[in-house]
C-alpha cells in the first residue's frame, strides 16, 4: 500500500518514536528499521482512522427527520448546515415557526437551504441577511421593518435566537392574513410579500417598480426558466422555479 504523509505528519512520527526510543532504552538500541516499521504502522493507523471518522460523518447525517416524521435528504447540506440543524436553540424555534404557520419543518429548511445555505450569520452584497435573508428598509439600510417594528439587521444576523423570533413573526403575518397556506405560498411570501396567494398570472410590480425592472433586479429567475432576463416574472414563475431548484 501506498502511503502518503503530509509535512506535519513526518514530524508527529518523528517526535513520537524519537521520544518513544529516549524512554523506552534500557541500554539497548532501536535500529533505524524498527522506526521505520513503527512509523510505518502508525501511518496506516493515521490512515485508518482519518478514514473510520470521514466514514463515521458522512453516514451520521444522511438524513433528517422532523417533529412529524418527515425525512429530508442530507447529502447536498454543507457541514455547518448541519450543526445547525442539530442546533438546540433552532431546533426548537424550528418547531415553534412551523406549528404556528402550518408549514412542515423541511420545507421550511429547504427554503433557508436555497436562501442562505443554512447560514443564519451570512450577509450578501446588499446588506441581506440570516437563513431567509432579511433585507434592509432602504439601500445601505441597517434595519428592517416588520409589522411596524425595527430591528437591527446586525442584531439578527448574530443571534441566533432573535433571528428565528424574527421570522416566526414575519412568517405568522403572513399566515394570518391567509397568504400562506402552502410550502410555495410560504417561499413567495419571503420573497415578495404582496404576492402571495395570488393567482399564476398575477404580474410581480409595484406602484413605484416596473415589472421589467423587477425581472432585471433578480435574474436568476428568467435565467433558470430559461426566459430573457427582462421577461415579466408572475407567480405561475415563481411555483415553477420552486420546483425545479428542488424546494419542493
Not at 412529524?68 to 436553540?89: H, V
Not at 436555497?114 to 451570512?122: A, D, I, Y
Not at 428565528?164 to 391567509?178: A, D, T
Request: glycine share 6%; net charge positive.
Amino acid at each position: 500500500m501506498k502511503i502518503i504523509i503530509t509535512e506535519s505528519q513526518k514530524k508527529v512520527l518523528v517526535k513520537k518514536y524519537l521520544n518513544e526510543q529516549d524512554s523506552n532504552s534500557n541500554g539497548g538500541s532501536i535500529s533505524l528499521g524498527d522506526i521505520g516499521r513503527q512509523a510505518l504502522d502508525y501511518a496506516k493507523n493515521l490512515i485508518r482512522n482519518k478514514n473510520n471518522t470521514d466514514s463515521t460523518s458522512s453516514s451520521k447525517l444522511t438524513s433528517h427527520t422532523d417533529s412529524s416524521g418527515n425525512s429530508l435528504d442530507m447529502s447536498t447540506i454543507s457541514s455547518k448546515g448541519q450543526e445547525l440543524l442539530n442546533n438546540p436553540t433552532f431546533k426548537t424555534k424550528l418547531k415553534e415557526i412551523s406549528d404556528a404557520i402550518h408549514i412542515d419543518e423541511n420545507s421550511i429548511i429547504k427554503i433557508m437551504k436555497h436562501e442562505s445555505s443554512l447560514n443564519p450569520s451570512v450577509k450578501n452584497n446588499i446588506g441581506c441577511v440570516g437563513l431567509i435573508q432579511f433585507c434592509p428598509d432602504k439601500p445601505n439600510g441597517t434595519t428592517k421593518t416588520i409589522n411596524g417594528k425595527k430591528y437591527s439587521l446586525e442584531d439578527i444576523r448574530t443571534n441566533l435566537e432573535t433571528q428565528m423570533n424574527v421570522i416566526k413573526e414575519f412568517w405568522l403575518s403572513g399566515y394570518n392574513s391567509g397568504k400562506i397556506k402552502k410550502p410555495t405560498d410560504l417561499y413567495i411570501f419571503n420573497f415578495f410579500p404582496v404576492a402571495a396567494g395570488k393567482s399564476d398570472n398575477y404580474v410581480l410590480q409595484t406602484n413605484s417598480t416596473s415589472a421589467e425592472t423587477i425581472a432585471k433586479s433578480n435574474p436568476i429567475f428568467n435565467k433558470t426558466l430559461g426566459k430573457p432576463i427582462s421577461t415579466p416574472l408572475t407567480v405561475g414563475d415563481l411555483n415553477q422555479y420552486y420546483q425545479q431548484t428542488g424546494m419542493a
